[in-house]
């Protein structure tokens, strides 16, 4: 690994490019097609550690706040400190660890509630935004949590219940004691409106915004127009189907939010507006993304 005198690890990562989504709407499946991208680097996963175990940003340190990171959390040494757990890791898709100034891509869910903080860091990153049916979501969200295998704070002070899971929103507190569908709902619908909030005060060239649905229909044309709008080259040729994420909990099925759809449509007024907002925001940069 080399860096130039002076320069930093931040000015080793040209652009990088973040994945963004709700927990459980497909990300790992982009992320794990996109870094397939030739020149491309990534922790090849999520990036808990290189972000919380840095001391301001340990979430006991914070009073368990949140997951939320602002450009006020985005302190000189902070960045530095980002930037070097990240190029100290990152490889291309043959496994070439970088040398010199290389483009990354990543993603991490938590990362829906830290645009800014990434913005102050690389104010010349992208933002790739995946939508995903929110009654999918959150079936799959429940799953998630019921499963056991997406414990972020297993030991979160007074919480009760299913151990906390995915993303830690703003407010979560006053989800103690709830029902399941109603803690999921709102994790979605916060981190929604935080998500979109942010992504709206950014130039529209610097967003890209993709449905789910259209990335598994399609894969092919949407990760080359991703490659297009984010200034990277594309060499593989895709297959209709796309192979199962390392993270499914169970066999992909587009009725399979069924199963909870008395408990989904009960809780859909807590996400409705948030919907509302998160497909329009689609519509309306899908023209801006095929062509800046």
Known sequence: MSNAPGAGFRALLDRPIFILSTPRSGSTLLFETMEQAPGLFSLGRESHKFIEHIPALFPPNRGWDSNRLTAEDARADVREQVAAGFYGDIKDRDGTLPNGPVRMLEKTPKNALRVPFFDAIWPDSYFVYLYRDVRRTLASMMEAWASGAFRTYPRLPGWSGYPWSLVLVPGWRELIGRPLPVVVAH??????????????????????????????????????????????????????????????????????????????????????????????????????????
Do not use: H
């Open 187 to 292: 994790q979605w619908a916060r981190t929604t409106n935080i998500l979109l909030d942010d992504l709206s005060l950014l130039p529209k060239k610097r967003v890209c915004v993709l449905g789910y649905e259209d990335f598994l229909n399609s894969p092919q044309p949407v990760v080359e127009r991703i490659a297009r709008f984010t200034d990277l080259t594309w060499d593989k040729q895709l297959g209709a189907e796309l192979p199962m994420s390392k993270v499914t909990v169970s066999r992909p099925d587009p009725d399979k939010w069924r199963r909870l759809e008395r408990e989904i449509e009960a809780v859909m007024p807590i996400v409705e507006a948030a919907e509302i907002r998160a497909r329009a925001f689609l519509a309306d940069r899908s023209e801006e993304a095929v062509d800046r």
